[in-house]
């Protein structure tokens, strides 16, 4: 991290819920065991309606972040979604970089970090599949709880925190194709 950054406290779970609040996105959360992989939570999945989630954090060689949210079962061709949201052969980003961007830690990567990117510096790519359902779920800055809110909601925060995000549709084989943003009826 550069010298000269200033350091700030990341939000916490409820300065985040109070975001939401003053957003008008109404939210609910379960509290469960930490979980720190799509597997893992499995059984939490079982027990909340709508579209789960898989997250990843990536960097790319120009020093470009990327935050890939995508429906848990999704199949991702990293290299291909690469080039789609124009980060080359990206990499998974390091524990720092994740905590100096979006605030949290691994097993906890999530959308709702961007609420800590003021400097807008991670570009944001949303799976398509995943805003057909309602409610969408990710963890609340931590990876031992889950909150729900309405695709409409989310796409309400991202514009609240300044991360317009690029739209993708996977084929089966986890290659995207850059879409146009989804209507809701």
């Keep these: 991290m550069d010298s000269s950054a200033q350091v700030r ?17 109404a939210h609910r959360t379960y509290w469960h065991p930490p979980v720190f992989t799509v ?12 579209g789960h989630t898989k997250n990843l954090f990536l960097k790319d060689k120009k020093g470009g972040l990327f935050l890939i949210c995508a429906l848990h079962d999704t199949k991702i061709d990293l290299n291909a979604a690469g080039r789609a949201i124009g980060a080359g052969r990206p990499s998974f980003g390091n524990a720092e970089l ?18 800590n990117d003021t400097q807008r510096r991670v570009k944001l790519a949303l799976d398509a599949d995943l805003l057909a359902h309602d409610p969408v779920n990710f963890h609340p ?3 031992d709880a889950t909150t729900a809110i309405s695709p409409r909601d989310l796409l309400k925060f991202l514009a609240a925190t300044g991360h317009p995000p690029l739209f993708l549709r996977f084929d089966p084989e986890g290659a995207p194709t850059l879409i146009e943003a989804p209507h809701f009826d």
């Design 39 to 50: 597997a893992e939570s499995a059984k939490i999945k079982l027990e909340m309606p709508g």
């Design 98 to 115: 994740m905590l100096e961007t979006l605030g949290v830690t691994p097993g906890s990567v999530t959308v709702f970090g961007l609420i």
């Design 141 to 143: 800055l931590r990876n």
């Design 9 to 25: 406290t990341p939000a916490t779970p409820d300065q985040l819920f109070a975001r939401f609040d003053a957003l008008g996105i």
